[in-house]
């Protein structure tokens, strides 16, 4: 079953009775089942949340994202305890060579840049040569092709002047907000699989909680590009609504595809992270990312 993904943008209170989330706001009252959620966005400081609420959610393995003043997410509630074998997979984790996080590195980055060519030949009707650049990436992408292939797809992908930043101007504020949604489910996945988001195959940082989500999200990034992409198309508005928003996190069940089957984006990232687990463990060789178009 696809999870939900709630959207609180407005003042309200979010309690629970009989296993149900109860919200209650100035114009009316409604019940969602817990088990029916995936994802919680409170984009209002006046909201009240519980903490049995909280708990009860966590327990479901449902993630609570908490935004800032500029509407962009900021925090992330997660369960810690959601595999059997946390222990033994933490170890295969921690354990991990060099070569084996080159390897997948290699992989992730392959997958990313091929991603990234189909959706640029998609939007300009143009050959390109992201395939080559993808062929040419090494171990541990020691010649850093992401990076040349990064430039190359900015300077094509918006028809505007665009410079790709964190802080940056429109389109980059509907970006981040994409990216930080398919990091925060990225991130959930990661937890259900019983792995440690803090510890990266590449991302490293001692400030970064959530390192790994960082890098196995990297292939899926160009979905969200497609959908702002979109929106440009469609809306004059720059900054980002109520509206856009839900646009965006709509994106979370957006059919994917694997070699025998297509899969909701949200479950196609439960499928990346238990591969990685595997990977770790010796079982695979491969992380299994899906293709993002048919």
């Known amino acids: 079953m696809i999870k939900k993904t709630l959207l609180f943008s407005n003042k309200c209170s979010i309690t629970t009775k009989h296993e149900q989330l109860v919200v209650k706001s100035e114009t009316k009252d409604k019940t969602i089942p817990i088990e029916d959620i995936g994802f919680i966005v409170i984009d209002n400081p006046e909201i009240y949340i519980s903490i049995t609420t909280l708990n009860l959610l966590i327990a479901n393995n449902a993630s609570v994202i908490i935004c800032n003043k500029t509407h962009l997410p900021n925090g992330m509630f997660l369960n810690l305890n959601s595999h059997h074998i946390q222990q033994e997979i933490f170890k295969h984790q921690i354990e991990a060579s060099l070569p084996l996080k080159k390897q997948l590195w290699q992989q992730t980055i392959i997958e990313k840049i091929n991603n990234q060519g189909i959706l640029l030949e998609k939007i300009t009707h143009k050959k390109n040569k992201f395939e080559f650049l993808a062929s040419k990436v090494l171990s541990g992408d020691t ?10 797809y900015w300077k094509s992908f918006f028809e505007v002047n665009f410079k790709r930043e964190r802080f940056g101007n429109y389109p980059n504020n509907f970006l981040n907000y994409g990216y930080a949604i398919l990091r925060a489910a990225t991130a959930r996945a990661l937890s259900g699989s019983g792995l440690l988001n803090t510890l990266g ?37 720059e900054d980002l609504n109520t509206e856009i928003k839900s646009i965006l996190l709509q994106t979370l069940t957006r059919t994917v595809y694997f070699k025998d089957e297509k899969s909701p984006l949200m479950v196609a990232l439960q499928k990346t992270a238990s591969s990685l687990q595997q990977c770790y463990s010796g079982k695979r060789k491969k992380i299994k990312y899906p293709k993002l178009w048919n």
């Open 201 to 237: 195959i590449h991302h490293k940082s001692k400030y970064n909680a959530f390192a790994l989500a960082d890098d196995i999200m990297e292939p899926y990034r160009p979905i969200i590009d497609e959908a702002v992409y979109t929106i440009i198309q469609h809306y004059d508005e």
């Open 143 to 152: 010649t850093n092709m992401e990076a040349v292939a990064a430039n190359f």
